[in-house]
């Protein structure tokens, strides 16, 4: 069995990370205890105590901070420049130094206790620190830095996930609040001690302090020997070079074993990458013009994200693709220099990927009817209809991304899981064809053909970003889904209906819905048709609504 070492990596760090962060996170709740007193302290440390100084516990949390600091390390080694956004700098930055910040703290707590027995509680422990403000500010530092590091890891983590949105004004709560408690507890439970250690008590311990000393040093020469020896081992050329060209003629040549990523940032050259380069994104894809035999076959983190986004088979992602041969690349995607300023590195500008349901919705005959009518009798019905399309929607819970002459693109699921996301997106078709009757009604004498609509419903992966130049830019969605969902919209009307909606919405609304017609429509850039349900009446569906709540 062969061993998927992007993956093998990707999940011990993740892992190692959360293990640090469960350990951190009782660490700050025991801290913040001393708002309420020292006991409260004291009774907390001891619970926790039973789990982190058990052996697996032991094994679990020193085994996942040694691993963080060796996958930092293999992640310094690894890279063949340097150069790199700055938010994946900072990100190598907090693994390598949370070691050095937290090995003071280390020893002085478990190792002393591991090796002499000596398990000094908070009383103790506070007042020595009381006697020495670096300490005390070495220690706060320490563990803002490491809160800090395991909040990025968790955003990167989740920000992608269906139910991020429902739960990140919350996390950012505990996130801000539990290191501030933390600190005020530290503080107040310091100042509420009336113990002191004794010159005595630190003659008695002379040897063990000094052996811990020692410990100490011992630890941070071996981080700083490990980062060291990795720089130097970066500096020693390695096994063969490649040349990497462009198609405007440029070309790099780099050691073997550099992905095209580093090769663009070594040579300078503009190269997207909104995940840093992580394979979680397909931006930094390349299209190999020449010399893709011979080249490593994609691993599965990358075989997976080519494959979900149908990438034929000379496409690679440039951030794992590390050419052993010379090769020929030609980016997909233009890093155009409006994309390399300053706004293009706000959360929304790179995209975001979520799980939505898309409504595409099309006033038809608008055109004939438009030329039927005066100017302005042809825009106060515009708006009649825009007013009803956007009262269905707020009702049903989603967002209008855009009017597009007179149809309407709409989504569901920024806020919300995907069957929800569904289900309000089926409402939102139901109210709008019972808006168009209610507008028919009402301009009943004014027209003289009622109006229609057609819609088209697909829901799946779709990326919510920034799109536009400067200023004028707006939020909106785009992807596959989106596409389908506007094609099914094409195909309502082929077949004079008012609604297609794919199996994929049906599917996540939970509903079993039997419709009259039920297509397989092969559509125009899909390898995989699409099974589309389509409704005369869209106000069918809310028949099957009840029993899928």
Not at 449 to 471: N, T
Not at 517 to 541: C, H, M, N, W, Y
Request: glycine residues 10%; contains cysteine.
């Amino acid at each position: 069995m062969q061993i998927d070492l992007p993956q093998l990596r990707k999940h011990l760090h993740l892992a190692s990370g959360l293990v640090m962060g469960a350990f951190i996170i009782g660490h700050f709740s025991n801290h913040a205890l001393g708002l309420v007193s020292l006991g409260a302290m004291e009774r907390l440390r001891e619970t926790l105590s039973l789990v982190w100084r058990s052996a697996p516990g032991t094994v679990l949390l020193y085994g996942s901070i040694l691993t963080h600091f060796l996958l930092a390390i293999d992640s310094l080694y690894r890279r063949h420049t340097l150069k790199m956004p700055f938010r994946e700098g900072l990100r190598i930055a907090l693994g390598l130094s949370l070691p050095f910040l937290i090995a003071v703290h280390v020893i002085a707590t478990r190792v002393d206790y591991s090796l002499t027995g000596h398990a000094g509680g908070y009383t103790e422990t506070l007042a020595r620190m009381a006697q020495s403000p670096g300490t005390i500010a070495r220690q706060s530092i320490a563990l803002l830095v490491a809160w800090t590091h395991f909040c990025l890891g968790i955003w990167f983590w989740i920000r992608n996930r269906d139910w991020y949105q429902r739960v990140k004004m919350p996390l950012y709560t505990v996130a801000i609040l539990l290191p501030v408690l933390a600190l005020l507890g530290f503080s107040l439970g310091m100042r509420s001690i009336d113990y002191q250690p004794t010159p005595m008590w630190f003659r008695d311990r002379s040897s063990e302090l000094a052996m811990l000393a020692r410990i100490t040093d011992g630890v941070y020469a071996f981080l700083t020997g490990a980062i060291g020896c990795v720089l130097v081992a970066r500096a020693i050329p390695r096994s063969g070079r490649v040349r990497i060209s462009y198609p405007d003629g440029g070309a790099v040549t780099v050691e073997a074993g550099t992905s095209v990523l580093e090769a663009s940032r070594l040579a300078s050259r503009p190269h997207l990458s909104v995940c840093g380069g992580r394979g979680r994104c397909s931006t930094c894809r390349v299209k190999v013009l020449a010399g893709i035999e011979g080249q490593p076959e994609p691993s599965g983190l990358e075989r997976a994200t080519l494959e979900r986004i149908g990438a034929p088979g000379n496409v690679r992602l440039a951030c794992q693709l590390r050419p052993e041969a010379d090769i020929t690349v030609s980016p997909v995607l233009k890093a155009a220099p409006h994309l390399r300023r300053a706004h293009a590195l706000r959360e929304n500008a790179g995209g975001r990927e979520r799980q939505l349901a898309v409504l595409f919705c099309d006033l038809r005959d608008f055109t004939r009817l438009s030329e039927e009518k005066l100017p302005f009798d042809t825009m106060f019905l515009l708006n009649s209809y825009f007013e009803m399309i956007g009262e269905a929607v707020e009702q049903s819970g989603g967002v209008i991304d855009k009017f597009i002459g007179d149809g309407a693109l709409i989504h569901f699921g920024l806020s919300d899981g995907y069957r929800t996301a569904c289900i309000k997106a089926i409402t939102a078709a139901v109210r709008i064809s019972q808006g168009i009757d209610d507008l028919n009604r009402s301009f009943k004498g004014e027209l003289k053909e009622p109006l229609r609509v057609a819609m088209g419903m697909h829901g799946g992966p779709a990326i919510i970003g920034r799109v536009g130049y400067g200023e004028i830019s707006e939020l909106t969605v785009v992807g596959d889904t989106v596409n389908t969902a506007s094609r099914l919209e094409g195909v309502a009307k082929e077949y004079d209906a008012e609604l297609a909606v794919s199996s994929d919405i049906l599917d996540g609304a939970g509903m079993r819905v039997e419709a009259a017609l039920k297509q397989e429509i092969a559509l125009r850039g899909r390898a995989q048709p699409v099974i589309a349900s389509i409704f005369t009446d869209a106000r069918e569906l809310s028949r099957f609504l009840y029993s899928s709540l």
